[in-house]
């Protein structure tokens, strides 16, 4: 089994890389094949909800970024982590842009599998960077494993979040959870609403 996990920083190797190399490290030693991929620090487009992407299924008409390169990897993948610094209490918004556009375009792919968010801070704002992250998944039918603490590591200066050693545990009780929930279903997806019918509704008559 693998698990897809996207670095959404767009510094390859600070402390959200850090985070996410111990959830890496961790998911190996339960025999649990696992790729980092890193979003980049080049620009990524918003979604502008054209819905072109349901002319043709499975990726998003901008093809300019590294939204679909990311997005094809999710067929292939049993599970998804997501780790983003905190900017203004959000996550960084191309990692946003990123999951709207391939969840919108290519939700078949990774609805119904179990996904993890991590947030990386200086001080403050993790919270609400880790419940924004986490939010697109329960729309996705997505189990979201759960640690011992919300998915938050600290640190300042690149590499700094070594020091964090309740975050870095808590990165390890994550891996193994997300491991366990795996084994346990045998990576089977969540069946979510099964082959009932959507049923959208809205307030406007």
């Known amino acids: 089994m693998k698990v897809l996990i996207i670095n959404g920083s767009p510094r390859r190797n600070g402390n959200t890389s850090v985070a996410l190399n111990e959830i890496a490290n961790t998911l190996e030693q339960e025999g649990i094949e696992s790729e980092i991929v890193w979003i980049g620090n080049k620009p990524v487009r918003g979604c502008i909800a054209c819905d072109k992407c349901k002319e043709n299924p499975g990726r998003c008409v901008f093809n300019d970024d590294i939204c679909n390169e990311i997005s094809s990897k999710y067929a292939g993948a049993d599970a998804l982590i997501v ?3 905190v900017y203004f209490g959000q996550p960084n918004g191309a990692l946003l842009s990123v999951i709207q556009r391939s969840f919108h375009s290519n939700g078949g792919s990774i609805s119904g599998k179990p996904a993890a968010a991590v947030a990386v801070c200086r001080r403050g704002g993790s919270s609400a960077a880790f419940e924004t992250l986490n939010l697109p998944f329960q ?17 300042r200066e690149a590499g700094q979040a070594v020091l964090d050693l309740e975050g870095l545990q808590t990165m390890r009780a994550l891996a193994h959870n997300m491991a366990w929930l795996l084994k346990a279903t045998g990576g089977q997806k ?7 019918p959507w049923i959208p509704t809205h307030f406007i008559r």
């Open 83 to 85: 780790g983003s610094p």
């Open 139 to 155: 729309m996705m039918n997505m189990p979201i494993v759960a640690s011992q603490y919300w998915n938050i590591v600290f640190g």
């Open 190 to 196: 969540a069946p979510g609403r099964g082959e009932e």
